[in-house]
C-alpha cells in the first residue's frame, strides 16, 4: 500500500537518501522490490525533515507520483537534514482527501507513517474514533484510515507513553477492533526511530553510533542491511537498535539488540 523510510545520522542532502540509491524510495514509487500489497505507489508523497536547532520539522507533501513532481529534485539536491521521515503512497482509495492524507503527518515535532490498510474501514474503526475528543476528529488531516490512526498514537504521545509504546498499544488497539488489518507504522521526533511490522515488510541499516535507517525495504545491496520479522516493534537511535515482538497487551516480553 505504501513505502516509507527513516534516518537519523549526520546531514545529509535528501536526495543522497531517496533519490540517489539503486533502489531508492523514488524509483519504489514504480519498481517497490518487496511490496506486497499493490504495484505503484504513485497517489501521492511527502518528506519531512528536521532543521538543525529547530525541532518542528519542515514538510513537503504533493499528491501525484514524485516522479512528476519537477521541483522536489531541486529540493532533494539542496536541503541537508540530520533527520528524515518520507513515504510514497499507493491509496486504498485513490484520490481521496489529495496531499492531505499523504504522509508524513506531523505534530509538534513528530512525523508519522502508515504503510497498510483498515480492514472493514471506516467502520471497524468507528467504536476507536467515537472514544476521541470531538475537538481531536475535527483536526484530522485526511478521512482516511492512516489519520485516525495518527490520531490514537497521537492521543498516547501527548498522555506521556513514549513512542514505541504509543506504537505498540495502538496496532494491539486497531488489530483487535479490525482483524486481518496491516499496520507497520513509523514515527519520529528527530531522534528516535520508532516502527512495527504487522502484516507488511521493514528494514533497518546500524552503523553505531553513526546512523540508523529504517524502511519498508533496502534501497541498496548493502550487506548491513536487516529485516525485521512481522510483529516487532522496533526502537533506534543512532546508538542502537531494540527489537520487541509485539504480543497481546497482557504478555510481557524483553526487547532484544539488534546487531
Not at 105 to 117: C, R
Request: charge should be neutral.
Amino acid at each position: 500500500m505504501c513505502r516509507h523510510l527513516a534516518y537519523a545520522g549526520p546531514p545529509v542532502a535528501l536526495g543522497e537518501l531517496l533519490v540517489a540509491p539503486p533502489h531508492a524510495l523514488y524509483r519504489q514509487s514504480w519498481a517497490p522490490r518487496r511490496q506486497r500489497y499493490g504495484t505503484v505507489n504513485a497517489d501521492g508523497f511527502g518528506v519531512g525533515w528536521y532543521a538543525q536547532g529547530d525541532p518542528v520539522p519542515g514538510r513537503y507533501r504533493r499528491t501525484g507520483p514524485v516522479w512528476a513532481d519537477l521541483s522536489f529534485a531541486d529540493l532533494a539536491r539542496v536541503v541537508r537534514s540530520g533527520a528524515l521521515l518520507a513515504a510514497v503512497r499507493d491509496a486504498t482509495e485513490a484520490g481521496a482527501d489529495g496531499e492531505a492524507a499523504a504522509a508524513p503527518f506531523a505534530a509538534g515535532n513528530w512525523l508519522f507513517s502508515h504503510n497498510g490498510a483498515v480492514r472493514g474501514w471506516p467502520g471497524s474503526l468507528a467504536p476507536l474514533a467515537a472514544a476521541l475528543p470531538a475537538e481531536e476528529l475535527l483536526r484530522l488531516e485526511a478521512r482516511c484510515d492512516s489519520a485516525l490512526v495518527w490520531a490514537l498514537v497521537l492521543r498516547r504521545l501527548r498522555a506521556g507513553d513514549d513512542p514505541g509504546r504509543a506504537l505498540a498499544d495502538t496496532v494491539a488497539e486497531v488489530a483487535a477492533a479490525a482483524p486481518g488489518s496491516r499496520l507497520n507504522l513509523l514515527l519520529t521526533d528527530g531522534t528516535t526511530i520508532a516502527a512495527t511490522t504487522w502484516g507488511d515488510t521493514l528494514c533497518h541499516l546500524s552503523v553505531p553510533g553513526d546512523r540508523t535507517v529504517v524502511a519498508s525495504e533496502p534501497y541498496d545491496d548493502d550487506p548491513r542491511w536487516r529485516e525485521v520479522p512481522d510483529r516487532t516493534l522496533l526502537v533506534a537511535t543512532r546508538a542502537d537498535v531494540l527489537l520487541t515482538p509485539l504480543k497481546e497487551p497482557s504478555s510481557c516480553t524483553s526487547p532484544t539488540r539488534s546487531s
